[in-house]
């Protein structure tokens, strides 16, 4: 069982609203990412982290946006939601591995409504 | 274009029979090969990884087979559970380094049924 919090797991929010999605990991991992994942779909990778002070924007074009400031700790914003951002979130961690077998951790999920 | 397709899209199954599902990917370069098991409303949990020189991987009731040469692989459940109910994911990715991408199947969605 991976050790990786996602909070809330459930929102729902008005249009126009600020949100942050909370994502915490105690394995001490570097990377860290934030994917989006509609009902029947692929995940799509919207921001990754390789450590402290580094943030990238991933293949999804994405009005989120994202800090590392802790290693532990990597939470993703709206500015203000719109129902297009209704979906699942998804974070996740890794840390680097000394073979070509890196492995993600996953957490649960925030599953967003905006109306 | 890098893709990961998956058939079926969804299957359902009686309890304790097996089952078969594939995932076929045109990544290239190819690093390695995960099948991961998404319960609803959970993240995806990893079952098994295989680089380009294995061609089968087990985990219990699970077992991977990797076609390299085709690019094909599939995952092998052996007498399903109720809690085999999820979707499963193929994911391939293109590179070993800290700068692999990965690319994602949108799933097979397995219903065991009792």
């Known amino acids: 069982e991976a050790d990786i919090y996602q909070t809330p797991r459930y929102l729902v929010i008005g249009t126009g609203k600020k949100i942050t999605l909370e994502c915490s990991q105690t394995?001490?991992?570097?990377?860290m990412y934030w994917y989006q994942q509609d009902p029947g779909m692929e995940l799509h990778l919207i921001h990754y982290?390789?450590?402290?002070?580094?943030?990238e924007k991933g293949d999804l074009s994405s009005e989120s946006t994202v800090s590392r400031i802790r290693t532990e700790h990597f939470p993703l914003t709206l500015e203000s939601a719109r129902p297009s951002h209704t979906s699942q979130y998804l974070c996740?961690?890794?840390?680097?591995?000394?073979?070509?077998?890196?492995?993600?951790?996953f957490g649960p999920g925030t599953r967003l409504l905006v109306l | 274009k890098n893709q990961v397709e998956q058939s079926p899209q969804s299957l359902i199954i009686l309890e304790g029979k097996n089952c078969t599902l594939q995932?076929?990917?045109?990544?290239?370069?190819?690093?390695?090969l995960r099948w991961y098991k998404q319960d609803t409303g959970r993240g995806p949990v990893s079952l098994t990884i295989?680089?380009?020189?294995?061609n089968t991987k087990s985990n219990g009731r699970y077992t991977a087979t990797l076609d390299a040469d085709t690019k094909q692989s599939s995952l092998h459940i052996t007498a399903s559970q109720l809690s085999d109910s999820a979707s499963y994911i193929c994911?391939?990715?293109?590179?070993?380094?800290?700068?692999?991408?990965?690319?994602f199947g949108r799933g097979t969605q397995l219903t065991v049924w009792p």
């Open positions: 996740a961690s890794s840390e680097p591995a000394t073979t070509n077998q890196e492995t993600q951790y």
């Open positions: 982290s390789y450590g402290v002070n580094s943030t």
């Open positions: 394995m001490g991992h570097d990377k």
């Open positions: 995932c076929n990917y045109t990544v290239s370069p190819f690093s390695n």
């Open positions: 994911v391939v990715s293109d590179r070993g380094s800290t700068l692999g991408r990965l690319y």
């Open positions: 295989m680089t380009f020189s294995e």
